[in-house]
C-alpha cells in the first residue's frame, strides 16, 4: 500500500517562498514506472492540478505557476519537493502530493491519481 506525507507548508506573505516535500512509503520511485503530482484545493473551489512529475523524468505545470513553481524528485529519499517562489494570495489552498503507480508521462488531471497524501495548507497574505 503506497503511503504519502506532505510536510512544508505554513504562512508567507506574498513574494516569499516555501519548499512542500512529500515522503513516499510502499514502492520505490527509482523502481516503478509512476506519475507523481502535487495539487491543491482552495475553499469552495475544485482540487486542480498544480505540478507533475514522471518516473522518465518529465514534468509539467498548471499555467498558473509556471516559471515560480519546481517540482523535483529525490529517488534516494523517495520524496517528491514544490519549490514555490514568488508566492501570491491566490496560491492559499491545502496542497495535496498524489501518486499514480504503474503509469509513464505525467498528468495534472486529479480524478487519475490512485493515492493521496493528507495534505499541507498553505497560505498566504497579501
Known amino acids: 500500500q503506497v503511503q504519502l506525507v506532505e510536510s512544508g507548508g505554513g504562512s508567507v506573505q506574498a513574494g516569499g517562498f516555501l519548499r512542500l516535500s512529500c515522503t513516499a512509503s510502499?514502492?520505490?520511485?527509482?523502481?516503478?514506472?509512476?506519475?507523481l503530482g502535487w495539487f491543491r484545493q482552495a475553499p469552495g473551489k475544485e482540487r486542480e492540478g498544480v505540478a507533475a512529475h514522471s518516473s522518465d523524468g518529465t514534468a509539467g505545470y498548471a499555467d498558473s505557476v509556471k516559471g515560480r513553481f519546481t517540482v523535483s524528485k529525490d529517488n534516494a529519499k523517495n520524496t517528491l519537493y514544490l519549490q514555490m517562489n514568488s508566492l501570491k494570495p491566490e496560491d492559499t489552498a491545502v496542497y495535496y502530493c498524489?501518486?499514480?503507480?504503474?503509469?509513464?508521462?505525467?498528468?495534472?488531471?486529479?480524478?487519475?491519481?490512485?493515492?493521496w497524501g493528507q495534505g499541507t495548507q498553505v497560505t498566504v497574505s497579501s
Open positions: 510502499g514502492y520505490d520511485y527509482s523502481n516503478y514506472r509512476y506519475q
Open positions: 498524489a501518486a499514480r503507480v504503474g503509469y509513464s508521462g505525467y498528468s495534472l488531471d486529479p480524478d487519475l491519481y490512485n493515492y
